[in-house]
């Protein structure tokens, strides 16, 4: 049985911080078709009153770059995260003198809605505090913005993550945007047949991304939608009150918690402005895989989406302390 569960509270330690919705939808509701090949990836433009339009404060990591002062001790500089690059407006009193070019820093922007002077940032600065890195921690754009007793598949996710492309750690920001659902996907129950414990949800959804990640017959954008389908298999479990077995739902067919749908719809919308193909493919992903879909026949190579599935049950039964998955990440961005 899983000890890790006993970790007392504590912050993520690669970074030296602290780093809602009801009813259920069928999934059967999106009538999407599954893609047997997943599309080219487009150009992603980092848009963030667009792409975070249902929200008003964004939380991300990055560093400082192009720092240049400006008449009446105002200054420009860009943060450059993993998701793209931002153009930041500060001043003395919101960027500390201490905080110059190439440091990293964690920085809390209030999005400003209706500005159209070029001249003005679309953000406001509201918070900025230096990130210390030790060589080979990630430097993922998303950082977690409340408590978690997670420290080291929290450290495993950020790797994780840190590998995708832009569009797909865009994506997954935008879900966890919102800090009700950070804080059931850190702290609730998988279930009552595995990872039982507070914190389960998160363990388990982070080795099933893992587990679909290292498919390597796949090119590197069909595994990273695959491990963030992973991540989001369950997590409409943070806004389902009641604990069940997970094992009784491959009777017939395995398909996401059905309070899934409704958590991500409103993301799912916004995000296919910026990567249509991206969003097709994770809704594919997402349909019910019957029984008969879970194993391909024996010298047939297994379609992406019986990777996922597979994954996800896989993940169940990883109800023990897993490898550090550093050992198995090659690519670098």
């Known amino acids: 049985m899983n000890t890790s569960h006993n970790t007392p509270l504590a912050g993520d330690t690669a970074a030296t911080l602290q780093l809602g919705l009801g009813g259920a939808t069928s999934l059967r509701a999106w009538e999407a078709t599954p893609s047997t090949q997943v599309p080219a990836a487009g150009t992603f433009k980092l848009e963030l009153l667009h792409l975070y339009r249902w929200t008003s404060l964004v939380t991300v990591m990055g560093k400082l770059e192009k720092l240049k002062l400006n008449w009446g001790g105002q200054q420009r500089c860009t943060l450059h995260t993993s998701i793209g690059d931002l153009p930041l407006q500060a001043n003395r009193e919101t960027l500390p003198p201490e905080i110059g070019n190439d440091s990293w820093v964690q920085v809390t922007l209030r999005l400003r809605r209706g500005v159209t002077d070029p001249e003005q940032s679309n953000t406001n600065l509201l918070r900025v505090v230096a990130v210390k890195l030790s060589k080979g921690d990630p430097t993922t754009a998303w950082v977690p913005t409340v408590p978690t007793h997670r420290p080291e598949h929290m450290r495993r996710l950020r790797l994780l993550l840190s590998q995708l492309e832009p569009g797909v750690q865009a994506f997954f920001l935008s879900v966890m945007v919102q800090e009700s659902v950070q804080k059931g996907f850190f702290s609730r129950v998988a279930a009552m047949d595995h990872h039982c414990y507070p914190g389960g949800l998160f363990d388990c959804s982070v080795q099933a991304a893992e587990l679909a990640y290292r498919h390597r017959q796949f090119s590197l954008r069909e595994r990273g939608i695959a491990a963030l389908v992973c991540l989001l298999f369950d997590l409409g479990k943070v806004k389902d009150e009641l604990y069940r077995s997970d094992r009784q739902r491959c009777d017939t067919a395995l398909e996401p918690d059905p309070y899934t749908v409704r958590l991500l719809t409103r993301e799912l919308n916004t995000m296919a402005h910026f990567d249509a193909a991206l969003v ?43 490898k550090d998955f550093s050992t198995d990440l090659g690519e670098k961005k």
């Not at 008969?292 to 990883?318: M, Y």
């Open 280 to 322: 097709e493919t994770v809704r594919s992903l997402l349909m019910p895989c019957e029984w008969t879909e879970w194993v391909a026949p024996p010298g047939i190579t297994p379609t992406l989406k019986q990777c996922v599935h597979q994954a996800v049950r896989d993940a169940w039964s990883f109800d023990l302390p897993a």
